[in-house]
């Protein structure tokens, strides 16, 4: 069975940084694309980042340009998403997603066939 699994969130202040990973297992992140996206309190959730063969660079919302950064490690079956300077508008549950390289280009919309983790908390307080 394929899952994927979030750690590194937690309660910072805000401009500090977090690193999110997601480890995968049952399936090779090798051939996926990869992303994250996140919930806020009330709200649907939002892509974040995507990184993709099938695009010649990784995308970013433009709420997280210039802050996010997004990364994967083939060999260890990981990927990561790094967050500099958060702010409390940075405060939802954030979900590692994953779509094989097969099917059709990855998009920042929450579409339920792809593999996602459980979420992880990030909370940034001012």
């Known amino acids: 069975q394929s899952h994927l699994v979030e750690s590194g969130g937690g309660l910072v202040q805000s401009g500090e940084s977090l690193r999110l990973s997601c480890t995968a297992s049952?399936?090779?992140?090798?051939?996926?694309?990869i992303g994250w996206f996140r919930q806020a309190p009330g709200k649907g959730r939002e892509g974040i980042s995507i990184?993709?063969?099938?695009?010649?660079?990784?995308w970013y919302a433009d709420f997280v340009k210039g802050r996010f950064s997004i990364s994967k490690d083939n060999a260890n079956n990981a990927f990561y998403l790094q967050m500099n300077d958060l702010t409390p508008e940075d405060t939802a549950i954030y979900y590692c997603?994953?779509?094989?390289?097969?099917?059709?280009?990855?998009?920042?919309?929450?579409?339920?066939?792809?593999?996602w983790g459980r979420g992880t908390q990030v909370t940034v307080s001012s």
């Open positions: 990184l993709s063969d099938k695009d010649s660079g990784p």
């Open positions: 997603v994953a779509d094989s390289e097969n099917f059709a280009r990855m998009m920042p919309i929450p579409y339920e066939h792809y593999y």
């Open positions: 049952g399936l090779s992140l090798a051939n996926y694309a």
